[in-house]
């Protein structure tokens, strides 16, 4: 059974910082392309950063700066470290596999608000 369970959100504020984690079971995680989105209230879901099997990173242009996104293949992980956090930041965050299939998270909460 494919599982994408998403951890580590929840309330910061502004300028704080948080860590996503993704935990990845039911099928080759080191074949797949991982990804981060998310969908604020209101608003279409968007892509946050995405990070290949070779390792190759790529993010939206205007979260490079405060965004690093990571992957333990040995752990069957994906991150997203989140800095210098803005209340815009608010989203539900979802993490996704593409590969031999696709497969979405049920998201985590993150609320950045003072």
């Known amino acids: 059974q494919v599982q994408l369970v998403e951890s580590g959100g929840g309330l910061v504020q502004p300028g704080g910082s948080l860590r996503l984690s993704c935990a990845a079971s039911g099928f080759t995680f080191s074949t797949y392309t991982m990804y981060w989105y998310r969908q604020a209230p209101g608003k279409e879901r968007e892509l946050v950063a995405y990070?290949?099997?070779?390792?190759?990173?790529n993010y939206k242009n205007s979260m490079k700066d405060r965004f690093a996104i990571s992957r333990d293949n040995a752990k069957n992980m994906v991150y997203l470290q989140m800095n210098s956090l803005k209340p815009e930041d608010t989203a539900v965050y979802y993490c996704?596999?593409?590969?031999?299939?696709?497969?979405w998270g049920q998201g985590t909460q993150v609320t950045v608000s003072s």
């Open positions: 996704k596999a593409v590969g031999q299939g696709t497969y």
């Open positions: 990070i290949t099997t070779t390792g190759y990173i």
